[in-house]
């Protein structure tokens, strides 16, 4: 019971131990009925000697309350934690697990009720909401209308129920979640919040304390980003404990269909395994054997050869930084500019690029981008024949652009794809930047009318095996769209403004505004 309020609670106890370490999740997806996956999960940790806690979040499925996203995680979840270390089938040890949600629920709640807690594996998740929801200063609308539509009730819905792909289209978007089923009041926060303030503050957990910790992330999910972040405080913190990081090509809980790796569809599987192994080493003692540090698992073209890489950090030691130059002609090359003319294109917000796959709650992950380089509004920037030769690109990834706008505000995004000998082009990254937003400040820093800027794009992350006679290329447009909500190039609020008007952009390439990528590499 949570300050009157009662939260549904199941604990499945191991076979045979009269005291064993607790395994704590706590979901806002349900977690009755046997063909669940929490049930699932709880079934495989305590067959394998945990005794599994699995609670319903406050308003959610059989608790009470009202639910609120991620408001009420760190008071809810320090009872539950306390709760079921005092219990008499509890050696006093807990260990929080989850994915998604489920990952913030368990950083929450280790912050609120450290001391019972010794281990935490969160997959596909973080404790910095605000970065997944504005990477880049821009709103991942997708994600957020898509998830906001379907968790506002008690129960999920269906999406047969939402209509989602009318609602996503309408403006202003601030309105989008009353068409796509009705009004959800924590979708307009999130909206009436674009910065870092103390909204989110709120609700964000300090990971630098944190015991042993396993992050397990995909390439093509939308919380990398921020979760890569996470393991960076952790890695750097003398407060916290030993921190392990397991990368592989994945989308946001679910398979992707259109797989251009064949274990994409195996992430449920790989993840509960690196998860239940860590627990057993760090709750139960099972050695079995030294774990690495970071271990990833590199996207790998259908066919190709796949094999997990172990390190000793992230980015992998041994990885060398490279800087790609983006040239006139639409060459993507190691050799930097001299005098070259700028390129030029219109952004149209009532004529968005369309996304296609990539970091999405719903169908994404790789997908080949032919279609949407074919437009106007997308720039492409190719590495010439002479640079076909394999490697491996593991790490970091970062989009510096000197540019300008007709416009007072824009916004301009970058996708890294690997180029296949048919052709075939595969999204392995992808970022974008608000220009309002790219001093960092509280207010807004407005363009001045065609006068260049530099801007800084990050793209995360990467994990790709480039095969001999695959070339690297980077797409450059001002629009993603659902995957960011589209700016109306105005100085108006995006989520509010219910038109746009085109701007004109134009991209320097030259050896005084030398834009450029940069990345880790690994000769193969």
């Not at 609670?9 to 370490?21: F, L, M, S, Y």
């Not at 989850?98 to 990952?103: I, K, M, N, T, V």
């Not at 952790?234 to 274990?263: C, E, F, I, M, Q």
Request: overall charge negative; proline content about 8%; charged content about 25%.
């Amino acid at each position: 019971m949570a300050d009157g309020v009662r939260l549904a609670t199941t604990v499945w106890r191991p076979t045979g131990v009269e005291r064993a370490p607790a395994v704590l999740l706590r979901t806002p997806y349900g977690s009755r009925g046997l063909a669940t996956p929490m049930f699932l999960l709880a079934r495989v940790f305590a067959e394998a000697g945990h005794a599994a806690v699995v609670q319903d979040v406050r308003g959610r499925y059989a608790s009470e309350g009202t639910f609120t996203p991620f408001v009420n995680e760190g008071a809810d979840g320090a009872r539950c934690v306390a709760w079921a270390a005092e219990q008499s089938w509890c050696d006093g040890r807990v260990g929080l697990v989850g994915f998604s949600y489920l990952a913030y629920a368990a950083w929450a709640a280790q912050a609120a009720c450290p001391e019972p807690v010794k281990a935490i594996a969160a997959g596909i998740g973080t404790s910095n909401l605000h970065d997944a929801f504005y990477p880049g200063g821009a709103f991942s609308l997708e994600t957020a209308l898509r998830w906001a539509a379907g968790v506002g009730e008690r129960e999920g819905l269906p999406e047969r129920r939402i209509d989602f792909e009318r609602a996503v289209r309408h403006r202003p978007i601030r309105a989008a979640d009353r068409v796509a089923i009705r009004r959800r009041d924590f979708y307009r926060d999130w909206l009436d919040h674009p910065r870092l303030d103390a909204y989110w503050q709120a609700f964000r957990p300090d990971v630098s304390r944190a015991p042993a910790t396993l992050l397990v992330g995909g390439w093509w999910d939308f919380f990398l980003g921020p979760q890569l972040a996470d393991h960076a405080a952790l890695a750097t913190s003398p407060d916290a404990g030993t921190t392990r990081l397991v990368l592989g090509p994945w989308s946001h809980g679910r398979y992707v269909k259109r797989t251009w790796s064949p274990r994409t569809r195996w992430f449920g599987r790989a993840a509960v395994l690196e998860m239940l192994r860590f627990l057993d080493r760090e709750l139960l003692g099972i050695d079995e054997g030294e774990a690495p540090a970071v271990r990833l698992l590199p996207v790998a073209r259908a066919g190709g050869e796949e094999r997990w890489l172990d390190a000793g950090a992230w980015p992998p030691p041994d990885a060398r930084v490279e800087r790609l130059h983006l040239r006139a002609g639409g060459v993507l090359d190691v050799e930097p500019p001299g005098a070259e003319e700028p390129t030029r294109f219109t952004y149209d917000p009532d004529d968005p690029a369309p996304t296609c796959g990539g970091a999405l709650i719903g169908p994404g992950g790789p997908v080949d981008q032919r279609g949407v380089e074919a437009r106007a509004d997308v720039l492409t920037f190719t590495e010439p024949p002479n640079r076909m030769r394999a490697r491996l690109v593991a790490g970091p990834l970062r989009c510096v652009l000197h540019a300008a706008s007709s416009a007072p505000d824009t916004d301009f995004t970058a996708k890294l794809v690997v180029v296949a000998p048919d052709g075939t082009a595969i999204n392995v990254a992808e970022g974008a930047v608000r220009c309002r937003w790219r001093e960092g400040g509280e207010e807004p820093t407005w363009l001045e009318r065609d006068v260049p800027v530099r801007l800084e794009i990050d793209l995360w992350a990467a994990g790709a095996r480039v095969a001999a006679g695959h070339r690297l290329r980077l797409e450059i447009s001002s629009s993603n769209f659902p995957r960011f909500d589209r700016n109306p190039n105005t100085r108006e609020d995006p989520a509010t403004a219910e038109k746009g008007t085109p701007a004109r952009q134009t991209l320097f390439h030259d050896a005084d505004q030398p834009s450029h990528l940069e990345l880790h590499v690994l000769d193969e």
